[in-house]
């Protein structure tokens, strides 16, 4: 993360959610670039799913990667997730939380909002990732 582009803050009055990997806050400024990456699912380069979570979660997070390589960015310049899962439970927050952790090991986790939702806009989609990052 270029520290002059975007500073991630988790104040001591709010609880630490880096265990949840997210961070509560993402100040942005003296950006050159604002990189939005619509909602990303779990398809592969073929457009097929996995029938299992873990399988598209992972991939969610290459076709991100793919997307800032296009963009000329990379994982720690995304300042903002927006997480959609379909029949949210405790096991998928685990995967999810154990993959962010993998991508951000060495740095500050993005600002994070996880939505529960019925469905997504395939029918066998379970997860879906927008992100915004900042150059």
């Not at 270029?2 to 997210?22: C, D, G, M, V, W």
């Not at 951000?104 to 990052?133: D, S």
Request: aromatic share 6%.
């Amino acid at each position: 993360m270029n520290k002059e582009t975007f500073r991630i803050i988790n104040p001591s009055t709010l609880y630490n959610p880096t265990p949840n990997a997210y961070s509560h806050i993402a100040v942005v400024q003296n950006f050159k670039n604002i990189i939005h990456i619509a909602g990303q699912g779990g398809e592969d380069s073929k457009g097929e799913l996995s029938p299992n979570f873990e399988e598209q979660a992972t991939q969610v997070f290459n076709n991100i990667q793919n997307a800032l390589t296009a963009a000329e960015a990379k994982i720690s310049d995304i300042a903002v997730l927006r997480v959609l899962i379909v029949d949210h439970s405790d096991e998928k927050h685990q995967i999810l939380i154990k993959i962010m952790q993998n991508l951000w090991k060495n740095h500050p986790f993005p600002a994070c909002t996880l939505i529960p939702v019925p469905r997504l806009a395939l029918e066998r989609m379970l997860i879906e990732v927008e992100a915004t990052a900042y150059t």
